[in-house]
C-alpha cells in the first residue's frame, strides 16, 4: 500500500531559541549559546536540551523531545484526524527513526543536507 503524506511538520515550522546552557562544563558552557529550545506553537510543545557541545546536536534532540512530548502527539492525533475525516481512508505513519530524520546546515546563506551524525 502506498503512503500518502497527509502532514509534515519541520524545523521551520517551530521557533528555536538558543541561550547559553549555564551551570558546570567550563567556558563552552558560559560563553557559547549552545543550549536550544524548540517550541511548537499550534500544540504548545517544547523539546530542550543543553547537554551537548555542540548547538548542531542540542537542536536535533531538543526536536526529537518536542516531537514525542505529549501535547505535541495529541495534536498530531487531532490533525490526522481532520485529514482523515476529509480525505478519506489515508495510512498514517509516524517515524522517527534516526535514517527518517534529515540535519540540514546553512552554509553561506544556503540550506545543506548534513551526513547522519547518529
Keep these: 500500500m502506498a503512503r500518502n503524506r497527509i502532514l509534515s511538520v519541520s524545523i521551520h515550522d517551530c521557533e528555536v531559541q538558543t541561550f547559553r546552557s549555564g551551570g558546570s562544563g567550563g567556558q ?36 526529537r523531545r518536542m516531537a514525542e512530548h505529549p501535547k505535541f502527539l495529541l ?19 509516524i517515524d522517527l527513526d534516526p535514517e527518517d530524520v534529515k540535519t540540514e546546515v546553512r552554509v553561506g546563506g544556503q540550506w545543506v543536507e548534513t551526513q547522519a551524525l547518529g
Excluded: C
Excluded at 495534536?75 to 505513519?93: A, F, K, P, S
Design 28 to 63: 563552552n558552557q558560559n560563553k557559547r549559546d549552545t543550549g536550544v529550545r524548540v517550541i511548537h506553537h499550534p500544540s504548545g510543545a517544547r523539546g530542550e536540551s543543553r547537554e551537548e557541545r555542540s548547538q548542531l546536536q542540542n537542536k536535533k534532540t531538543a526536536f
Design 75 to 93: 495534536w498530531l492525533r487531532i490533525e490526522t484526524g481532520r485529514e482523515m475525516m476529509l480525505h478519506g481512508d489515508v495510512y498514517i505513519g
